[in-house]
């Protein structure tokens, strides 16, 4: 499936962040977009209400953003690409549709442009304090997929991927950007569009009547259909059978919500995306996403050239989370840095996966503020020595 040409604005554009993400949801296809004003993610919704009206798009400012993310997933069985847009306070009040996205497999994208908190916190400021909200901010056993960018292009490139990956896998994907990556312009690239490839939604083409809504006929994923075909569709957050219909037991329960989990668990390979660079024989290898990262490639490159051996590793995915990753890294780096705007929270899964066979150490700070180049490299120099 190919991005629609009339509504792709292709060539070289000097945008932010948050513009870029805009852009990069239009060339995948998304037609509906439910928000409230947040900052610093409301630029987001600004360039896709301006958008919007020429390609044939619509964008509603909701009451709030609770109201936002159950209006946008009534826009996906509607039939179309939909997502919400909003940060922290926001993202919390959403929670319980996240888990409502990923009970009734609804194929959507919830944009993070994360500030720092808690509570109102500071709104003008960035952080990556949302990384385990996103994981597990909602109740119960289910799996999310979340991708951090680092620049403009990346927004654009992967807003792209996120709304691919949710229709592939029919579940929820957070994109979690922050305010540094959302509020910086750069140069966005951004291709025609019959060079803009879309995974298109797994669509039923059985008959009303042959059709179950969650019954697996091929793979691990349901096939889908919308309101006004004429199939018998329930959708219920009640743990449910193949016709969508609740069945409140402990046997559906094993069944429906390992496959929940395993859809996302058994294509980790597939879902993770990363870069890596002189990881083997390094002394240290320093862990990073989002713009963290891009104060890293900087630092790593500055110790590199005092001859330390220093391997450098920027997630993109940041769930599922890649335990093999993090095992090849034990095998080939004496230490693991793990560097994050906050105080602690994906260090966690690295020493997790690690399994106490490297020191595992965190170079964090609250949020407010990008950790500066300085401190990476007197990290870097304070485990190696």
């Given at each position: 499936?190919?991005?629609?040409?009339?509504?792709?604005?292709?060539?070289?554009?000097?945008?932010?962040?948050?513009?870029?993400?805009?852009?990069?949801?239009?060339?995948?296809?998304?037609?509906?977009?439910?928000?409230?004003?947040?900052?610093?993610?409301?630029?987001?919704?600004?360039?896709?209400?301006?958008?919007?009206?020429?390609?044939?798009?619509?964008?509603?400012?909701?009451?709030?953003?609770?109201?936002?993310?159950?209006?946008?997933?009534?826009?996906?069985?509607?039939?179309?690409?939909?997502?919400?847009?909003?940060?922290?306070?926001?993202?919390?009040?959403?929670?319980?549709?996240?888990?409502?996205?990923?009970?009734?497999?609804?194929?959507?994208?919830?944009?993070?442009?994360?500030?720092?908190?808690?509570?109102?916190?500071?709104?003008?400021?960035?952080?990556?304090?949302?990384?385990?909200?996103?994981?597990?901010?909602?109740?119960?056993?289910?799996?999310?997929?979340?991708?951090?960018?680092?620049?403009p292009q990346e927004c654009f490139n992967r807003?792209?991927?996120?709304?691919?990956?949710?229709?592939?896998?029919?579940?929820?994907?957070?994109?979690?950007?922050?305010?540094?990556?959302?509020?910086?312009?750069?140069?966005?690239?951004?291709?025609?569009?019959?060079?803009?490839?879309?995974?298109?939604?797994?669509?039923?083409?059985?008959?009303?009547?042959?059709?179950?809504?969650?019954?697996?006929?091929?793979?691990?994923?349901?096939?889908?259909?919308?309101?006004?075909?004429?199939?018998?569709?329930?959708?219920?957050?009640?743990?449910?059978?193949?016709?969508?219909?609740?069945?409140?037991?402990?046997?559906?329960?094993?069944?429906?919500?390992?496959?929940?989990?395993?859809?996302?668990?058994?294509?980790?390979?597939?879902?993770?995306?990363?870069?890596?660079?002189?990881?083997?024989?390094?002394?240290?290898?320093?862990?990073?996403?989002?713009?963290?990262?891009?104060?890293?490639?900087?630092?790593?490159?500055?110790?590199?050239?005092?001859?330390?051996?220093?391997?450098?590793?920027?997630?993109?995915?940041?769930?599922?989370?890649?335990?093999?990753?993090?095992?090849?890294?034990?095998?080939?780096?004496?230490?693991?840095?793990?560097?994050?705007?906050?105080?602690?929270?994906?260090?966690?899964?690295?020493?997790?996966?690690?399994?106490?066979?490297?020191?595992?150490?965190?170079?964090?700070?609250?949020?407010?503020?990008?950790?500066?180049?300085?401190?990476?490299?007197?990290?870097?120099?304070?485990?190696?020595?």
């Amino acid at each position: 499936m190919k991005a629609d040409p009339k509504a792709v604005d292709t060539g070289i554009h000097f945008i932010d962040g948050n513009e870029a993400c805009a852009e990069g949801a239009i060339a995948a296809g998304c037609r509906f977009v439910s928000g409230y004003p947040i900052t610093p993610s409301t630029e987001i919704v600004e360039h896709l209400a301006k958008r919007f009206p020429k390609i044939g798009g619509l964008f509603i400012q909701m009451e709030d953003e609770i109201a936002s993310s159950i209006a946008f997933q009534g826009a996906i069985w509607g039939g179309q690409k939909s997502m919400s847009v909003s940060s922290g306070p926001g993202i919390s009040l959403q929670m319980e549709h996240v888990g409502l996205a990923a009970m009734t497999e609804t194929p959507c994208v919830f944009v993070n442009v994360q500030r720092g908190g808690p509570s109102t916190g500071l709104p003008t400021l960035p952080a990556q304090q949302d990384v385990m909200q996103a994981r597990w901010g909602s109740h119960g056993d289910y799996e999310v997929i979340a991708l951090a960018p680092n620049s403009p292009q990346e927004c654009f490139n992967r807003i792209i991927t996120a709304f691919d990956y949710s229709e592939k896998y029919r579940a929820p994907v957070f994109f979690l950007m922050d305010e540094c990556v959302g509020h910086m312009l750069g140069k966005v690239k951004i291709p025609p569009a019959d060079q803009i490839e879309l995974v298109e939604r797994k669509m039923t083409t059985r008959k009303p009547g042959e059709y179950l809504p969650y019954r697996i006929y091929d793979g691990d994923v349901p096939e889908m259909t919308r309101a006004g075909l004429g199939h018998n569709v329930h959708i219920t957050g009640l743990t449910h059978d193949e016709r969508g219909y609740p069945a409140m037991n402990a046997e559906t329960q094993d069944v429906l919500v390992r496959r929940l989990c395993n859809k996302i668990l058994h294509h980790v390979d597939e879902i993770s995306i990363y870069d890596a660079s002189q990881v083997e024989g390094s002394d240290v290898t320093v862990i990073s996403y989002g713009m963290t990262a891009r104060v890293a490639a900087y630092a790593v490159e500055t110790a590199r050239g005092q001859g330390i051996k220093v391997g450098n590793v920027r997630l993109v995915t940041l769930w599922p989370f890649n335990d093999k990753l993090i095992r090849d890294i034990v095998d080939n780096s004496k230490a693991i840095i793990v560097a994050e705007m906050n105080l602690g929270q994906m260090v966690h899964e690295v020493e997790r996966a690690a399994r106490d066979k490297v020191p595992v150490h965190l170079l964090g700070n609250a949020g407010g503020a990008i950790i500066p180049p300085e401190a990476f490299i007197a990290k870097i120099k304070e485990v190696v020595s």
